[in-house]
């Protein structure tokens, strides 16, 4: 079973940049969509972009033109620019595959952003 590692995390001002990764312990590269999600206290978790094998995006319009995902097939790593935090961007962030069946969830990364 892959299991998942998010990184980078931290305590951001408002308007700040974030890069996060997501290291899997095994090959994602026929995986076709990798996703990071978010979770904030109290509420559900959401899918805040996707990623195909062969690079194409989507993002909700709550991140879009702020938040970039990427991946690195030959290194198994899932990245995500964040930039012009906003304090609603606060939460846990984790990557994993967008369609069922998952992997185990890794830790998250906590991603607070200050006003």
């Known amino acids: 079973q892959v299991q998942l590692v998010e990184s980078g995390g931290g305590l951001v001002q408002a308007g700040g940049s974030r890069r996060l990764s997501c290291a899997a312990s095994g090959s994602i590269f026929s995986v076709d969509l990798m996703g990071w999600y978010r979770q904030a206290p109290g509420k559900e978790r959401e899918l805040v972009n996707t990623?195909?094998?062969?690079?194409?995006?989507y993002y909700p319009d709550s991140v879009k033109g702020r938040f970039t995902v990427s991946r690195d097939n030959a290194k198994n790593t899932v990245y995500l620019q964040m930039n012009s935090l906003k304090p609603e961007d606060s939460a846990v962030y984790y990557c994993n595959k967008v369609f069922p069946p998952r992997y185990n969830w890794g830790q998250g990364t906590q991603v607070t952003v200050s006003s």
């Open positions: 990623i195909t094998s062969g690079g194409v995006t």
